[in-house]
């Protein structure tokens, strides 16, 4: 493949390269078509996004037609002259047809095979649509709910990052991406844009080079350990260095350190706004520093197409910057098979989408999303009991796709209220709390609009809204048993209504069948085990907030206890820790054993089942680097297995940890590793410990 490239790269002319490196964007029955076609004839055509606007997740897409795409394909692969496949690709963020829950909430699965199953599944689904390579996933680390982006990425733990990372990778691109229904993978957005200050969509990041490695490169590093195909730089700066002209992360340590040799794509128009922050006044300037920063694709704005030419003539790139660039998409090209396979067979997707497998998985993934936050015995509620169901969200179905879902359809969805019918009969499900008189619980949906979550939305603060707050008290004068379900996107601040409710479960945006999973968990059907993958806070003036900030005089012995100042206005806890989800059952550790050898700690504990039901746990190990070199945080995920354990069962689990899962990065950017006394915690949560050792530990 290698020697194929580089005869190809010395057949190519000029202005071939730079057409590799040129994405434009195509819509259904596009007007340009006949422009984009001879783009591509010429060889100046290398990828199309099937994408209106650079806010595609807002947007009902138009169905493209295979056939339109494969023409423009037979324009560059059999009348260009070196017949360079394009490459097409689409956001297919959590579903294509059949919707998944939004990835934070499929970080709340804490589930590797999940993750990675419904990433094989909306593949395969987009596949059909003519679709070679995905922007995702998103791997942002974010610890600010009122970023509207945050329902995309996988919550505020590198850890939990690396495994969404991983298993969305091995799940959009197989072992081989060239084989039928799989894609090109995309990470992004590198780097640092989950940290965009007070939740500002695309504001700067002020992320210090410490904190970007330890916290937002982790879950790069994995994908691109997984073989990820491609990677987008992100829209913010860092520290004033605009992510699309950073040749630190982009080359040094993307490239250098990590070892990734797929190509980076900009973000929309991403080169051309580094005239917005100033780092440039004139196109051919940004079209120069992306490029010699490492940025090899340049995703809509035509700025590498107009001005590559004359940068390279005038000095400002070099040929040998722009010959990498294109070896590197090439690359990507030949790996993905389009060389040999560059067509999409136009079939009847009818039976292929949508599929009683696919909706079972999504009711599967949707269900072990969901977070039981409160229970004082209601839940399970008997099939057959006399419910009603309101609230603003207890009929939605298109928010419960969530923002960026693709080709998804609202008809397609089941909402709440039908999923309760469907699981408790029509007969036993009234449609309002004021029939609450004739029946004995109240089901209450809250939550939000998807329009308010995804790209460029920020809330200025996260409370609940106040009729949302009135639908709970309403349901509470009626005296009945009263059951919050939050069918939202983002971590929201419901401190006021906890005392109300007689249990919360937290459903999320969560897809196709998220009002049938919601359901089947509120009358058994399913045991609830999801764990936050973010924490939820009291109020908006504790953002951000995140279980493993660095240590400081006001930690006490836990989780937040920091800032006592703040108890003027508040509790300074969270309202709900990372890690925490509550069980129908209940799950006691013990036997806890330790063993030392000389690369490895181990933990090893029983789990008992001690209660009514069949269950998954989520059991998870922390550390503390006692004393280091640099500022570590209170606690940090180091490990965690989720375990079916049958009532009356016990398992017995083990957790290691070696000195890689000891390490951390140093502020120049060295991974190091200190040895010293490591205090080692076994939990249910980041809250909720069972069991603490402090060792010495000094690891080959
Ligand atoms: C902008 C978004 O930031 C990015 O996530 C997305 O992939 C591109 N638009 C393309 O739609």
């Known amino acids: 493949m290698e020697h194929k490239i580089e005869e190809l790269i010395a057949k190519m002319s000029l202005e071939e390269k730079i057409g590799q490196l040129n994405q434009e964007s195509i819509i259904a029955d596009n007007e340009r078509i006949e422009e984009l076609k001879d783009l591509a004839r010429q060889g100046k055509l290398g990828s199309c996004i099937l994408a209106a606007n650079g806010l595609a997740g807002d947007c009902e897409q138009e169905q493209f037609l295979i056939g339109e795409l494969n ?10 002259p070196l017949g360079i496949p394009l490459i097409y690709g689409r956001d297919i963020i959590h579903g294509c047809r ?10 709340a699965t804490w589930d590797y095979d999940l993750i990675r199953d419904a990433a094989s599944i909306m593949s395969r689904e987009a596949s059909y649509d003519g ?51 799989k894609l090109a993978a995309c990470a992004k957005h590198y780097i640092g844009y989950g940290a965009s200050q007070a939740g500002r969509d695309k504001d700067p990041t002020e992320w210090s080079d410490y904190t970007m490695h330890n916290r937002a490169l ?7 350990d997984a073989g990820i195909a491609t990677v987008m730089s992100a829209f913010n700066d860092i520290s004033g260095q605009p992510a699309t002209a950073n040749k630190y992360y982009l080359t040094d340590v993307l490239r250098g350190k990590l070892g990734f040799d797929g190509y980076v794509v900009s973000d929309w128009a991403a080169i051309e706004r580094l005239n917005c922050q100033g780092v440039s006044d004139n196109d051919l300037l940004s079209a120069a520093l992306a490029i010699n920063a490492g940025v090899d694709m340049d995703m809509f704005d035509g700025i590498y197409k107009n001005n590559l030419e004359q940068a390279l003539i005038q000095g400002a790139v070099n040929m040998e910057t722009i010959d990498e660039a294109v070896r590197r998409i090439l690359r990507i090209k030949f790996r993905l098979g389009l060389f040999d396979r560059p067509y999409t067979e ?3 997707t009818t039976g292929r989408v949508l599929t009683k497998e696919y909706l079972q998985k999504a009711k599967e993934m949707s269900a072990h999303s969901m977070v039981l936050l409160k229970n004082n015995g209601v839940l399970p509620l008997k099939k057959g009991e006399k419910v009603a169901v309101s609230g603003p ?25 039908e999923g309760v019918q469907q699981v408790n009969g029509i007969e036993n499900t009234l449609s309002d709390c004021n029939l609450a008189e004739q029946s004995d619980v109240c089901l209450v949906a809250l939550g939000e609009d998807w329009m308010i979550t995804g790209e460029g939305k920020t809330m200025p603060n996260i409370e609940l809204p106040e009729e949302q707050v009135a639908a709970i008290q309403q349901a509470k004068k009626l005296g009945k048993k009263v059951v919050a379900v939050f069918l939202a996107g983002r971590p929201l601040a419901f401190g ?25 968990i509120l009358f058994g059907d399913f045991n609830p085990c999801g764990k936050l993958p973010v924490t939820f806070p009291r109020y908006t003036g504790q953002i951000p ?9 006001y930690v006490l012995s836990g989780y937040y206890e920091h800032h006592p100042y703040v108890s003027t206005v508040g509790d300074s806890t969270p309202l709900y820790a990372f890690g925490e989800g509550l069980s129908y059952t209940e799950f006691v550790y013990d036997n806890f054993r330790c063993n030392k050898t000389d690369t490895a700690f181990e933990i090893t504990f029983d789990i008992h089942n001690k209660g009514k039901f069949d269950g998954f746990e989520i059991a998870q190990c922390y550390i503390q680097d006692v004393v280091a070199s640099m500022a570590r945080p209170i606690k940090e995920l180091k490990a965690f297995q989720k375990i079916y354990i049958k009532q009356g069962e016990t398992k017995t689990v083990t957790m290691r940890l070696t000195r890689e899962d000891l390490s951390f990065y140093d502020g120049r950017g060295n991974k190091v590793f200190e040895p010293g006394d490591f205090k080692l915690e076994i939990g249910t949560s980041s809250r909720h410990s069972c069991f603490t050792i402090t060792e010495y530990l000094d690891f080959r």
Request: hydrophobic content about 40%; charged content about 25%; overall charge negative.
């Open 131 to 181: 679709v070679h390579w995905t922007f995702a996933p998103m791997l942002d680390i974010c610890t600010d709910p009122r970023w509207g982006r945050i329902i995309e990425c996988p919550g505020e733990d590198p850890l939990l990052g690396k495994m969404v990372a991983k298993a969305s990778v091995d799940g959009i691109q197989g072992e081989d991406m060239s084989q039928p229904g």
């Open 496 to 520: 006021d209504i906890v005392e109300e409710c007689d249990a919360i479960l937290w459903a999320w945006h969560g897809g196709t069948m998220c009002g049938l999973a919601a359901a089947e």
């Open 98 to 107: 059949t919707i998944f829950p939004i990835p934070l909430a499929q970080a």
């Open 545 to 553: 907030i995140h279980y493993n900030h660095n240590r400081n005089e």
């Open 393 to 417: 969200y207890a009929e939605e179905k298109e928010s419960l796709m969530g923002s960026w879902h693709a080709s998804g359809e609202a008809k397609d969805v089941v909402s709440f209220f």
């Open 218 to 224: 982790p879950a790069f590093e994995e994908a691109v």
């Open 71 to 80: 023409e423009l394909q037979r324009c560059a692969v059999e009348e260009s």
């Open 346 to 348: 136009d079939v009847n």
